[in-house]
Each structure stands twice: as structure tokens, then as C-alpha cells.
């Protein structure tokens, strides 16, 4: 067993703790995982990576993969697993590590899955996992039928396991990078996206008509801050440009399904709804009670938003110890 | 340029979901197929690069059951391709990205292509493995989450957008790269009714499975099975809040959302 970390910013990713505990769910007693890291932080960030209850941590230092592209990565995990004799590799769902995972899973000839949120066996001791589809409207469980997989594993469906003092191992590796492969040159933050994004985060809070004006906006956005959301939209929001179509959340937009959802404003038509109705809580502010967001939601609260959301600001702010 | 976009057939997102009778899959029943907004994405950035570039020639490439691709291909003719290819998938075969790559793959090896466009992911299984396997498969590169592509035909290179965590890095890829679309990556283009018309005209190109089988020998399998497909139990309703001012609604919310949702420290 293989778990793949991933390293941001020169940082391991929280996530990729959270991937080690996946990979313990299914990893027999006998089975200490093992772990990869690329880039040249690697060896600094072995050691928190290990703690989560890693065995060896394998790493390939190269500058190159401080920003691994998809193939890079995919060699340097093919040539992990290879080394520690793995049959199932596990991977924290980000955008970068679903977007290794099909190459991965086509040249080691294993499965793939992504989205991963539960992991057992089937009653043939068959790996068998759950997972959100059609933007969390339904789940699906499957099993893999081949001797391999890679596994993507959705982030806070995993607890991360308490840091351990398993003393880390770490043994150097060394992929041979791919010749014609694209070249990442640069990046950049999304502007006022300090929070986490929106695809990926535990909370998020979204804004829709009812928050009148652009400027009004800032009202959804410091009570994401307070609770350390991301920020989201309707698309009523989007179209008039109070923010760029890059927040909106629902048919045309981006597909959620974090542990809390807040709809602040937002009626609840269907383009929207399908966006996040896979969430787990959903709480709704609107000041019209017949609004069909409430019909959705688990806690609704009727009232004037420009009222409501200071107060709840305030109130998770405390709650946070923000003061 | 040969710009080939794939797509799959993926039920429409006004479809109302339910499960077959044993509980293991979608109940296909009434369901109308259409392309989702990845593709929809992947199919107006290939128009985009053959308006930039005259010349060059959008190809769609679908692998699923008839009649369901035929209905896809002929929607991503009407919008605008110069082509399409249908690669049979026999209906009892259980859908797989990763056959489904390989399917693709081996139609490619013989088909000229300098660039291939897809969705990140499709809108029903929400997998996002058919493209980085594909790149794989053809030893090219790939990546995801693309938007705003640009060509430059004498440095023989792409040059876009790839949204990741916190923001979005700005990349180049050889001509023969795998890129999958993000979603609203555009404003995709609708269909005009002339168009619309020509399109059933168009002869789609068939690729027989037993052509598929042949190149894929023991990879013409499914890697996963799916044994359960589940809808949520609908909610019974929001717990509505009731108060005097906002402060203690405030209150009771977070309390709510600590001690009885437990989704809040």
C-alpha cells in the first residue's frame, strides 16, 4: 500500500493526512502503508507525514516536481509503488491529485476511483468504495475488480489520524522525467480567494440575489471568513457580475457537497439546487419563508439577511475563539 | 490543426434521478442524453482554436451504447464539428473511464490528432479519469481543470489556464497534449437550426467493438463494478429558527450547528 502526499506551497497539504487514514481503513494489520513525496521539500515534510502512520517515505527531491505536472508525478508514483511492492495506492482528492490518478491507474494496469468517502470489502474481500455522483444528488458503491487501484480520496470525508511517533524513514527516489511533457510556468492566487476552494471546502457560504448590489457582497464574505469557508454564488449573482462566474455554484456552475452549506439570499431554483444538494447540512437565510431553499435545508432562518448575517458573524467569531 | 474532442453521453441535468429495481444503477428509463458542461466546454474551446486557426478540423469521438452517442455526436455536429466518430460500446458492458480511455486510445493510435479536448470530468460519474488515462495511453501529456487555450503554430505549443487549490497556473504543452476543460471554462455556443438540420445529414463514423476487443485483448474489461446506486432520503424540512432578534437567532443557529449538526467546532 502506497499513500501518495502532496506538498503545497513547500508544505505537506492537510489532506494528505487524511489520505493515510483512508489508506489504514483498508490496509490489513500487517500492511504499514508506505508514502511518496516529490519536490524539494520532500525530505523536510517527511517526518509529519510519516507520523500519521507511514512505514518508509519515499522521495524524489527533484526543483522540477516542486509543481509536479500530471506525468511527472505519475512517474515517480509508478516507480514508488514499484519500490515498496504496493497493490493499492491512495491519493488526497485535490485537483492535482485527481488529475494523476487516471494516469496512474492506466500504465500500473489497476483501477481507478475518485471521490472516494468510504472504504470497506465486499463480502469476497473485495475493496469496495463509496462515492458522490451527479454533483452528490446520488452515491454509488464500487467494487474493484482487478488485482490494482488508485484511489482519490474525497478531502474531510477522512478523519486524519492523531500524529503519531512513528520514526520516519526516508529513502530517496528517482523517476526519469518525461521529454515531451508540458512545462507549468507560473501562478496565481485567485484575487480574494484566501479561503479554501470552493470545490474542496469543509464550509462554504453563498450569496445570491437577495444581497442586492456587488458591494454588498462583503457581508457573504466575512462570515465565510469567520467560519473559514469558501465563498459561493448563485448564479443571479454571477450574471449581474457582483462576482465572476468562478464562484457560482449549481448547473452551470461548480457541483459542492461540503459538511455545511449556507445559502444567504438565495431562493433555491433548481439550477441552483443541484449545485449543492448533496451537501450534508444546509442551512438557508432568506426573508421570504416560502422560498423553496427552505424545503432543502435542515435549518432555515426567516429574516433580514443584512441583519442575520452580522449577528451570525459575530456569533461564529466567538464561537471560534476570533473574538 | 486536428482537434479531436471527446464526449460522453451523460443523462441531461434536468434529469430526475432514480434507481433501478435492484439498486445498482441509474434507471435508465426516460432519460434523455445530452452532452454535460465539461464537454460542452471541451466542444466550444475546439470551435474557438478552428476559428483562430482556419484550416483546422474539429473531430467528436464518443465511446458508449447506440443510440445514446449517436444523439451526442450529432448535438456536437450541430454546434459546429466537421466530424464524428462513434466507438460501439455493447450495451451490457457496465460503462468504465479507464476502458473506456483505452477504447479511445487504440482508435487514436491510427488517426491523425494534434490536439485532444475533453471534459475534466463527466457530468454523471464525476470520475475525471478518461483524459489523464488517455494522455497515458498515447504517451502525451495532460491536465485538467483547462481553460482559455491558446495556440502558437510556430512554437508547435498550447499555452492555457489550469485551475488548481487557491488559483490558477498558467501552463504550455506540445502540440499532442490531452487537456479536460473545466466547467464554465466559456460560454458555450447553442446549436442554429440550419445546423441543427445539416447535422442529421452527417455520416458518423462507426468503430465496431470487435475492432475495440481485438486491440485491447484483456484490457477490454471493466476495472470496477458498481453494486449500489443510492438517492438520499429526501429531507423532511428545515428546523426553522425562531426569534426576537438577530443576535439570539445567531445564537441558536451556532448552537444548533455545534451540539445537533455537529459540522462546527
Known sequence: ?323 | MEIVVCVKPAPDSETRLRANPAGTALDSEGVKWALTGYDESAMEQALLLKEAHPGSRVRVVSFGPAPRSEEVLRSALALGADAATWIEQPAELAPDPLLAARAVAAHLRDAPWDLVLTGKQAGDDEAGLFGPALGALVDAPSFGGVSAITHDPAARSFAFRRSVEGGSETVTAPVRSVLGLQQAANDPRTAKLPNILKSRRTPIEKVPWALTQAALGPHGRPATERVAFRLPAPRSGAKMIEYRTPDEAAEKLVRLLQGEAKVFP
Open chain 1, 1 to 323: 500500500m502506497l499513500v501518495v502526499g502532496e506538498i503545497r506551497d513547500g508544505r505537506l497539504v492537510p489532506s494528505s493526512l487524511e489520505a493515510v487514514a483512508a489508506a489504514r481503513a483498508c490496509a490489513g494489520p500487517a500492511d504499514a502503508p508506505e508514502g511518496l513525496l516529490v519536490g524539494p521539500a520532500a525530505r523536510t515534510e517527511s517526518g509529519a507525514f510519516a507520523a500519521a502512520g507511514l512505514g518508509t517515505v519515499h522521495c524524489d527531491a527533484d526543483e522540477a516536481l516542486a509543481r509536479p505536472t500530471p506525468w511527472a508525478w505519475s512517474r515517480a508514483i509508478v516507480a514508488a509503488a514499484t519500490a515498496a511492492g504496493a497493490e493499492t495506492i491512495v491519493l488526497a482528492g485535490t485537483a492535482a491529485g485527481r488529475d494523476v490518478v487516471g494516469r496512474v491507474a492506466a500504465v500500473w494496469e489497476a483501477a481507478g476511483v475518485t471521490g472516494v468517502t468510504a472504504i470497506a470489502r465486499g463480502p469476497t474481500g473485495r475493496l469496495r468504495l463509496t462515492r458522490p455522483v451527479f454533483g452528490g444528488r446520488a452515491t454509488e458503491e464500487l467494487e474493484v475488480a482487478a488485482p490494482r487501484a488508485v484511489l482519490a480520496v474525497r478531502p474531510h470525508a477522512f478523519a486524519p489520524p492523531p500524529a503519531g511517533t512513528t520514526a520516519a524513514t526516508a529513502s530517496d527516489l528517482s523517476a526519469p522525467r518525461p521529454e515531451k511533457d508540458g512545462r507549468i510556468t507560473g501562478f496565481e492566487r485567485v484575487a480574494g480567494g484566501a479561503g479554501p476552494e470552493l470545490g474542496d471546502a469543509a464550509i462554504v457560504v453563498s450569496g445570491g440575489r437577495g444581497v442586492r448590489a456587488a458591494e454588498n457582497f462583503s457581508l457573504i464574505e466575512d462570515l465565510a471568513r469567520a467560519f473559514g469557508a469558501a465563498v459561493g454564488a448563485s448564479r443571479a449573482v454571477t450574471d449581474a457580475g457582483w462576482r465572476p462566474v468562478s464562484f457560482q455554484v449549481g448547473q452551470t456552475g461548480k457541483s459542492v457537497t461540503p459538511q455545511l452549506y449556507l445559502a444567504v439570499g438565495i431562493s433555491g431554483a433548481i439550477q441552483h439546487l443541484v449545485g449543492m444538494v448533496g451537501s450534508r447540512v444546509i442551512v438557508a437565510i432568506n426573508s421570504d419563508a416560502q422560498a423553496p431553499i427552505f424545503r432543502v435545508a435542515d435549518y432555515g432562518v426567516v429574516g433580514d439577511l443584512f441583519q442575520i448575517v452580522p449577528a451570525l458573524t459575530r456569533e461564529v467569531r466567538k464561537a471560534r475563539g476570533l473574538g
